[in-house]
């Protein structure tokens, strides 16, 4: 006579959960082993008895209805890595009337001293994002206030402030560069994290005070 | 109602990507429900515990990355939360059950007997598998919603192999359980 099985391959057996060899085996088994036949049976017999007792509890809504898919982090990482692809792609746009025409000297970026600065975050806009790259009016003038220990100047007008991510700027540097061989002011405001977060034209050395 | 197969995905394997996610998402939550509207009889507060589970686990990247099956992390917290509802259910329930009884006997509604002790019956059982052990309480839940052996073992995160043996000891305490309460006339 072949081995006797233990409870749980038994119970899967009554399942047909085993592998076909298997259940051939166990099959054959249990036709002549006496203890392996009752143990079967109790088996079967307990397992209708908790099925029975189970089935008055209410089967759920069919089809269940899938809601919105939770936003997994690695999809708000991506989205957000395409929410700052697009705000670089605005600034360049922004930015593309100060590129220098072809045959002019190439384009010369001169930093102008860094200067360690507290940066005030701007004020939202009207839809609360605040981050849209976008062009100011006239009342955003310093939308950015940066105090600096330089000796005073006149405060340059503000011209085009892109913000280059989502997240409020609430410390920063700011390095002054000119374009175009220092013609065309700039400054880029830097994130205490090292990151560039936002880019603003300076126009009063443009001439158009 | 035959056993509908999971997506043969292993999702303990496969990039967690956020299609992966989606993947492990569509094919997994209408089974949760299923699952926590049997255990708890509540379809809104099953779909309500399915969405925390998935938004939990969306927000979990430290889970995202491991190695741990993430499947089974999804049921296990899912019927934990089940189970821990069907507790917090006992009380009201009581209350609405005295509010059947009451309804019944001023004969207010046709057929309400059946209903009630249906309703009385299914407040048993889910409070017998909420006084077991969580893991023997999900075996015989995700068995008696047609589960193969092979999904029964994802979600419970054991070999194939194991799922008879647990199956068979959760049934013979289910079993137990139900003739302390009811005695041997059953």
Known sequence: MSRCWPEGELRAYLDRELTARDMDWVAEHVKRCEPCRLVCEELAGRADRVAAWLEVLPEPPTPVKIPAIPRSVGQARRWLAVGGLAAALAATLVMAPWRPRAGSEPVEVKSAPVTKAKVTPDPPLPDGRGSEASIPSRDRKGAVAVHRAAPPQPAPRVEYYVALDDEPIEAGVVVRVGFGGGQVPADVIFGPDGRARAIRLVSDILGEQ | ?186
């Open chain 2, 1 to 186: 109602m035959q056993p509908e197969e999971l997506a043969v995905t292993p999702f303990g394997t496969a990039p967690r990507t956020g299609e992966w996610f989606e993947a492990l998402f569509r094919d997994h939550y209408p089974r949760v429900v299923g699952l926590l509207t049997r255990l708890t009889g509540d379809p809104g507060q099953a779909e309500e515990i399915a969405s925390d589970v998935f938004s939990k686990l969306a927000r979990r990247p430290v889970l995202l990355a491991g190695r741990e099956d993430v499947t089974a992390w999804v049921y296990r917290v899912a019927s934990n939360a089940g189970l821990d509802a069907v507790r917090a259910n006992a009380r009201r329930r009581k209350k609405e059950e005295a509010a059947s009884r009451e309804r019944l006997r001023a004969g207010a509604e046709a057929g309400a007997l059946d209903s009630l002790l249906r309703e009385e019956r299914a407040a048993c059982v889910r409070a017998l598998l909420a006084a077991m052990k969580p893991r023997d309480a999900q075996v015989l839940l995700l068995r008696s919603s047609d589960m193969a052996y092979r999904e029964i073992a994802q979600a419970l995160g054991v070999q194939p192999s194991s799922v008879g043996t647990i199956l068979a000891r959760a049934e013979r305490e289910f079993e137990r359980r139900y003739r302390e309460r009811h005695g041997d006339d059953i």
